[in-house]
T-cell receptor, first 113, second 113 residues
Framework: NAGVTQTPKFRVLKTGQSMTLLCAQD?????MYWYRQDPGMGLRLIHY???????AKGEVPDGYNVSRLKKQNFLLGLESAAPSQTSVYFC????????????FGSGTQLSVL | AQSVTQPDIHITVSEGASLELRCNYS??????LFWYVQSPGQGLQLLLK??????LVQGIKGFEAEFKRSQSSFNLRKPSVHWSDAAEYFC???????????FGDGTTLTVKP
């Protein structure tokens, strides 16, 4: 099983450019999450989804948008990238409730110049 | 403010020595508690979790953690550290009826030969 797959693995953007990160899971999980990881700051939740067609804001949602049109996919969009969005982005999912084990993707390294 | 704290940013131990990583939480209710490990360039992997019952929980790779309600703590321990344990360790909590996990800032473990 592939588990949680993130694409792309690396990306370099110029300030003001837009891009979409794709997260796909093949485990039929209900909950999906987008985190960003910055040195010394742990993982901070950007947005999450409790099921197909739903999204909710996390701790640091500004500058990001998400969509969950299909249960297996959770897209994270940056409409106008800023250097402050340089980070490693992780997607994660849980099977039925948020109290369960998180399954993580391998991350996307994004640099905004 | 509600939070989860890992007081030690960086810990160095010698191979074969014992290890304890600290995690404290500040919430009104007892949350669900997790420890994850992250190897360089990888996503996070669950080590163990506590929901209820026996306050000493066993995890993978020889790790264990003890929940102490009176101290609002969930410290991770290992009796004898191996060089392959060098990684970053994250404590995470999920509040009842919350839709998401909250992570501590992480502790980086270095293992000396």
């Amino acid at each position: 099983n592939a588990g949680v797959t993130q694409t792309p693995k690396f990306r370099v953007l110029k300030t003001g450019q837009s891009m979409t990160l794709l997260c796909a899971q093949d485990m039929n999980h209900e909950y999906m999450y987008w985190y960003r990881q910055d040195p010394g700051m742990g993982l901070r939740l950007i947005h999450y989804s409790v099921g197909e067609g739903t999204t909710a804001k996390g701790e640091v949602p500004d500058g990001y948008n998400v969509s969950r049109l299909k249960k297996q996919n959770f897209l994270l969009g940056l409409e106008s990238a800023a250097p402050s969005q340089t980070s490693v982005y992780f997607c994660a999912s849980t099977r039925r409730t948020p109290n369960e084990k998180l399954f993580f993707g391998s991350g996307t390294q994004l640099s905004v110049l | 403010a509600q939070s989860v704290t890992q007081p030690d940013i960086h810990i160095t131990v010698s191979e074969g020595a014992s290890l304890e990583l600290r995690c404290n939480y500040s919430y009104g209710a007892t949350p669900y508690l997790f420890w994850y490990v992250q190897s360089p360039g990888q996503g996070l992997q669950l080590l163990l979790k506590y929901f209820s019952g026996d306050t000493l929980v066993q995890g993978i790779k020889g790790f264990e953690a003890e929940f102490k309600r009176s101290q609002s703590s969930f410290n991770l321990r290992k009796p004898s550290v191996h060089w392959s344990d060098a990684a970053e360790y994250f404590c995470a909590v999920v509040l009842p009826n919350a839709g998401k996990s909250t992570f501590g800032d992480g502790t980086t473990l270095t293992v000396k030969p």
